[in-house]
């Protein structure tokens, strides 16, 4: 019996989607690429110029005993965690513009909660509630790190 193979070039960016493809017909999907992890953040951005903090070696010098009890090692683990997920929200919403935004917030307790806003009421605020929802599945563990500043 002689059969017939056909190869297909798939796009680069996409992937066949196994759900609408049949034998007589391929669909094509554009890949999802939007970091679920902040590791998956960093390969996104190698090779771009990036600044950074090694986390593990956080110090606090020059202030006076008033400020030392403010500043403590624990307040600047969370504000490198409001500034990753800072960063992490800019790559998910690409600065697109959007009238409407739900926001991330944080209550007591480890709570997060979304809730409609403007888009300058919270530091994390997304176009659609879907946006916001997935972000947080991926990033609870940041944002509850970062909750008093959220």
């Known amino acids: 019996m002689e059969t017939k193979e ?5 796009p680069q960016g996409y992937e066949i989607d196994k759900e609408k493809s049949t034998f007589e017909k391929i669909v094509f999907k ?7 992890t902040w590791e998956d953040y960093c390969s996104l951005m190698k090779g771009k110029t990036m600044y ?3 986390c593990n070696n956080i110090t606090v010098s020059g202030f006076s005993d008033a400020h030392d009890k403010f500043v403590t ?9 409001l500034g990753m997920l800072l960063q992490l929200r800019d790559y ?8 409407d935004a739900v926001g991330i917030f944080t209550w007591s307790e480890g709570v997060i909660d979304t809730n409609k806003c403007n888009t300058n009421d919270c530091a994390l605020t997304f176009p659609t509630q879907e ?11 940041l944002i509850k790190q970062a909750s008093p500043l959220v």
Do not use: G, H, L
């Open 6 to 10: 056909v190869k297909i070039e798939v």
């Open 30 to 36: 554009k890949i999802d690429n939007t970091p679920k």
């Open 52 to 54: 950074y903090t090694n």
């Open 73 to 81: 090692k624990k307040r600047a683990e969370q504000f490198i965690a």
């Open 92 to 99: 998910w919403v690409k600065r697109s513009e959007f009238k």
């Open 131 to 141: 946006m916001a929802d997935k972000f947080i599945t991926c990033f609870s563990d």
